[in-house]
Structures are given as C-alpha cells and as structure tokens.
C-alpha cells in the first residue's frame, strides 16, 4: 500500500510571481525616493544658507566691526559649526547633504556664500550674498547675483 506525503510550500511559479511584483514595485519607487532624497538635500541648502546668512549678520554686527566674516571666523564665534565652515585653519566652508559650501568675505561690507552641488546629489545649486535672497540655478555651478533665479 502506497502512502501519500502532502507536500506543503509554494510552488516555483508562485515564487516568481512574487519576485516580478516586488521587482515592479521596486522599478516605481525607486526613482521616487531618489526625486524626495534630492528634494530634502536642496532644502536643507536653502536652510543652510539661511542659517550662514544670520550668522554672517551676526558678525557683522557683534565683532565684525562693520565687516563680514571668514568661515572661520565664524566657527571661531560659534556661530557656524564646524560641518558648514569647515575644519582647519584655511578653511572657506564645508560639505554637507550633497553639498559644498563656500564662505566668502569681500571687501567692506560684503561677503558670498554658495552652495555647489554634488554629482547626483541634487539638480541645483545655491548662492546668497549681504542681501539675504538666495538664488539658485540649475547643475553644479552656483549662480552668482546676476544669474541666479530667486528662491520665493
């Protein structure tokens, strides 16, 4: 007399089947999460411009003597951390979320800070001068005063 195992367990085209359905739903996600992960780095650009901005004014106003600070300098204040200004003596800014900064006094009363963009990391880059509107353009290459479209 001949017993009957039951197998139990799926089948091999039931296992395909669920692999192609998490491969497509992969395939439309993926690039969605890439488009939000460039989003949040460029916002987080704008707020780092920002937060140079206030505390470039903040110099100014407090121990720049009517002058606009290095990165360094305003590490040296604690006015910036050491990830936007960067480290070192010769520092002129950091690289943070996709982006390299870079802080710069001119003469007199003013100074320019720009966020540049890393390869893939973010399809825009960023500038702000002594008048507080931040501008971007498209690609790698920061705006500068003339270029640069307006963020609203």
């Given at each position: 007399m001949?017993?009957?195992?039951l197998q139990?367990?799926?089948s091999?085209?039931e296992?395909l089947?669920?692999?192609a359905v998490?491969g497509?739903?992969a395939a439309i996600?993926i690039p ?5 992960r ?5 916002s ?9 901005t ?6 100014y ?7 606009y600070?290095?990165a ?9 951390d050491?990830?936007?200004a960067?480290d070192?003596?010769g520092?002129t800014g950091?690289?943070k979320?996709?982006f390299?900064?870079a802080i710069?006094?001119g003469?007199?009363?003013?100074y320019?800070a ?5 390869t893939g990391m973010a399809?825009?880059?960023?500038f702000?001068?002594?008048t507080g509107?931040?501008r971007?353009k498209e690609?790698?290459?920061p ?10």
């Amino acid at each position: 007399m001949k017993t009957r195992r039951l197998q139990e367990g799926f089948s091999l085209i039931e296992l395909l089947v669920v692999v192609a359905v998490i491969g497509i739903v992969a395939a439309i996600a993926i690039p969605n999460l890439m488009a939000s992960r460039r989003a949040a780095n460029e916002s987080s650009a704008v707020a780092n411009l920002r937060v140079i901005t206030h505390a470039e004014h903040t110099f100014y106003l407090t121990v720049g003597n009517g002058r606009y600070g290095s990165a360094v300098e305003l590490r040296d204040a604690n006015l910036l951390d050491g990830v936007l200004a960067g480290d070192g003596a010769g520092a002129t800014g950091g690289r943070k979320n996709g982006f390299q900064y870079a802080i710069t006094p001119g003469a007199g009363a003013t100074y320019t800070a720009t966020a540049s963009a890393e390869t893939g990391m973010a399809t825009r880059s960023f500038f702000v001068d002594e008048t507080g509107v931040i501008r971007y353009k498209e690609g790698d290459v920061p705006p500068d005063a003339e270029t640069g479209t307006p963020i609203n």
